[in-house]
Structure formats: structure tokens, C-alpha cells
């Protein structure tokens, strides 16, 4: 959160100094009581605390209803007919024009984005279009799995992607390996495993065994590619963007959407599934009004998860946006038991169970992280306070 730097000098003095003077330059300057200047700062410090969480509080609501209504509407298009996976792909990205509106509303930090040189548009353009197009085969990789497998299994498999987001942080981001991020991996596993094991095939009429693992192989690689790109994406920002403002982050979004949805829509063309898609919409299981209903409001929901992970990174970090996104997961199979009815078993009881540790693992190393930047920040303010008072 930016605190100005009046707010600042407030509020270090206030809790520095126990006299009524403090020392700038050759002179001293008398310290306010609490119905001055003191106090005011100090209140507007915690009004801008307060409207910080109110924002986090609101882009983490975004991210998790946008993920979980979206992962139950393409379940829901597969359960009453539809069929297309390029389709799927396509709408997990075709309402990316959304992010324009908080590009255009919101002003991004003038002395971010001053602090380096921008990158040619050739390196930009090859960045762009690299992730893009992983990014849409990611997205065909999800569709697929969601084909075959109930919402709830498909979720606690996506929740492998933390597990793998560790190891390629590792590698890419210098990512510390500690204990509990290594319990988190373990643990995340073990979750993925014993879905692996459970035959969930009879959870959907139709789907044989093979199709079922099949499926479990496209999230589960869907999720470590997911992974992967969180990784590249956040490698992009410190080694070729240089920078991490508002308006660059939701650029990559919306640059790599454009690219994702223009290889989908080729994969659409390519597969010849446009031709089975008016058919869909007749045979559709309720009506044709819902099957366009549905596919629109599924884009619109992928977009407003997609602005609560813009959100996060932007005013919380990274790592927090991901971490939040894979703990949103867990809403998703209590949520497809009450919707569609999905067999919660004793293995996927366990599973859930297993992932929540895990979640639990590793928000609380990020916690620790914090802490310790946090203090490290402190020792030093104290230290420039110290020079000047």
C-alpha cells in the first residue's frame, strides 16, 4: 500500500519520539497533540488502511465467485449437450475487451512507469504472442478435462498447480525451497494421487474409464502449464517489462487474451467443430437461449476472475493472486455437491482435506515471508527516522 510521506513522518514520529519536539535540519519543530496535524494524518493513514482491505477483500471476491461460476457453468454446457472443447477454450478468454474498462478508468503510477525504458514492440510482440498461444493451449487442456471428469474432481486436480507453481518458481523466480513449501508439495500431491486412484467414471454416464483418464491427464498437465506461465509471466515482468504497474499488468492480460482467443477461434475453425455448433444449440438440453446465456455469461465469468487476479497482483502481489486463485479452488467441488450433485466420497473427502493442508502450508510460508520483508522495512525506516530526529 503507498502511504504518503507526510503520513509517514507522522506516524514514525509519533511513535518514536515521547517529548514534544523533533529535530529537522539545523532546527526543531514542535509535535502536534491529537487534535492537530498529527492526529489527521494519522487518520487518514487508517482510512487508506481500511479502503487497502476493502479492495483486497473485493478482488478476491471477483476472483473466486468469477473461477467457481465459471468452472460450473462449462460444466453445466457439457452436462446438457454441448461438446465443443475449442468452444470452451474460446470462452475462457473471448471477453477479455472487459479489462479495457479498469484500463481506461484507473490511472496506473506515472513514476513506475518513468523508472525504466520500455521494451522495442518486437520483444513485446514475441512476448505476447509466446504466452498466448500456451495460454490457449492451457485453456484446451482444461476444456478437456472438464469433458470427462465432475466438477469437484476437476477442481481438486487443478489444485496441483500451487505444488508445481513451487517447483518452477524455484528454477525460474529464485523461489526459496523451505519446509513448509515442501510439505505443501508433498502433501498437494499425495491429493492429486488419491484422485488419480478413485475411479470417478460411474460420476458421469458416458464416460469410460480411458476417457476418464484421460482427463485427469489433461488438468493435471493443464495445471503444471498453468504454473509454468505464472512463472514466465512474473520472469517477463522483472527481466523484460522491468516493471509492474497497473497498466502493464492488465496489458499482458489483455494482449495475451487477444492472442489466446485468436488461436482458439483457429482451433474452432481448424477442428471443424463450427459446424456442430447450431446443432448444439438445438439440441441443447434447456433451449437455445440458454446455451447462448450460457456461453456468454462463462466468458463474462473467466473475465471477472481474471479482473480479480489483475486486482491482487496489482495491489498485493503475485504470488498472493495465485495463491488465492488455487485456495478458491476448495469452493468449487462443495459447490458442484450442492449444484450438480456430485458424489463426494470418502477419497475425495480426504483429498480436499489433503489440499486444504497444503493451501494452509503455503499461505502461512508467504505469511512468514511478509513478516520478515515487513520487518526488514521497518529496521530501515527506523534507521533513516533516526538520522533526521
Not at 500500500?1 to 517529548?19: C, L, N, P
Not at 461460476?69 to 453445466?76: E, I, K, N, Q, T
Not at 513514476?111 to 492451457?138: M, N, R
Not at 476417457?211 to 522483472?238: D, E, H, N, P, R
Request: glycine share 6%; net charge negative; with cysteine.
Amino acid at each position: 500500500m503507498e502511504i504518503s510521506a507526510s503520513m509517514q513522518k507522522a506516524f514514525s514520529t509519533a511513535e518514536e519520539t515521547g517529548g514534544e519536539y523533533c529535530k529537522v535540519g539545523d532546527h526543531e519543530e514542535p509535535i502536534m497533540s491529537d487534535d492537530g496535524p498529527l492526529a489527521n494524518d494519522l487518520h487518514l493513514l487508517k482510512l487508506e488502511r481500511c479502503r487497502w482491505w476493502l479492495l483486497v477483500v473485493v478482488n478476491i471476491f471477483f476472483l473466486v465467485a468469477g473461477q467457481a461460476s465459471a468452472v460450473l457453468l462449462g460444466r453445466f454446457y457439457y452436462d446438457q449437450g454441448g461438446n465443443s472443447k475449442w468452444l470452451s477454450t474460446l470462452v475462457q478468454t473471448a471477453a477479455f475487451p472487459i479489462l479495457f474498462i479498469p484500463l481506461f478508468l484507473i490511472p496506473s503510477s506515472q513514476e513506475a512507469s518513468a523508472s525504466s525504458s520500455t521494451p522495442s514492440f518486437k520483444i513485446l510482440a514475441s512476448v505476447y504472442l509466446f504466452l498466448g498461444v500456451l495460454i490457449a493451449g492451457d485453456n484446451w487442456l482444461y476444456s478437456t478435462g472438464l469433458l470427462y471428469l465432475s466438477a469437484s474432481t476437476y477442481s481438486l486436480i487443478c489444485a496441483s498447480q500451487l505444488a508445481f507453481n513451487a517447483v518452477f518458481s524455484f528454477y525460474l523466480n529464485s523461489q526459496r525451497f523451505t519446509a513448509l513449501i515442501l510439505n505443501s508439495v508433498v502433501v498437494l500431491s499425495l491429493s492429486a494421487a488419491l484422485i488419480a486412484v478413485n475411479d470417478d467414471s460411474d460420476g458421469l454416464s458416458g464416460v469410460s474409464k480411458g476417457k476418464y483418464i484421460l482427463g485427469f491427464v489433461c488438468t493435471l498437465g493443464a495445471s503444471a502449464i498453468y504454473s509454468l506461465l505464472l512463472s514466465l509471466i512474473q520472469l517477463s515482468f522483472q527481466k523484460v517489462l522491468k516493471k509492474e504497474t497497473f497498466s502493464v499488468v492488465l496489458e499482458m492480460q489483455i494482449y495475451t487474451a487477444l492472442v489466446a482467443t485468436c488461436v482458439s477461434v483457429l482451433g474452432l475453425f481448424a477442428s471443424g467443430e463450427w459446424k456442430t455448433l447450431h446443432e448444439e444449440m438445438e439440441s441443447f438440453g434447456q433451449g437455445r437461449a440458454s446455451y447462448v446465456l450460457t456461453v456468454v455469461f462463462t466468458a463474462v465469468c473467466w473475465q471477472v476472475c481474471s479482473v480479480g487476479v489483475v486486482g491482487l497482483i496489482f495491489i498485493v502481489s503475485s504470488l498472493f493472486s495465485n495463491v488465492i486463485s488455487t485456495v478458491g479452488l476448495a469452493v468449487t467441488p462443495i459447490a458442484s455437491v450442492i449444484v450438480f450433485h456430485d458424489k463426494m466420497n470418502g477419497v475425495k473427502v480426504i483429498a480436499m482435506l489433503l489440499a486444504l493442508w497444503g493451501f494452509a502450508s503455503y499461505i502461512y510460508q508467504n505469511y512468514l515471508d511478509d513478516s520478515k520483508a515487513r520487518r526488514m522495512q521497518g529496521a530501515g525506516d527506523e534507521t533513516r527516522n533516526d538520522s533526521v530526529c
